[in-house]
């Protein structure tokens, strides 16, 4: 977002992952820098990356 969330506010965020040469079972974490308590919240992402047949 470009502009602070508001407490009882929600906005969309995007997250890419490049998949290119990685097949298999894939984790990820996206750090958010925010207000909160700790400062930060943490986002796992789990994946199973599946190759396309030739």
Do not use: H, R
């Not at 508001?6 to 997250?15: E, L, M, W, Y």
């Not at 990685?22 to 990356?49: D, R």
């Amino acid at each position: 977002p470009k502009a602070p969330i508001k407490p009882g506010q929600s906005a969309p965020i995007k997250v890419t992952f490049d998949s290119t040469g990685k097949p298999g079972i894939q984790e990820k974490t996206v750090t958010l820098t925010s207000n909160t308590a700790n400062g930060k919240e943490i986002c796992k992402i789990l994946a199973n990356v599946i190759p396309i047949a030739k």
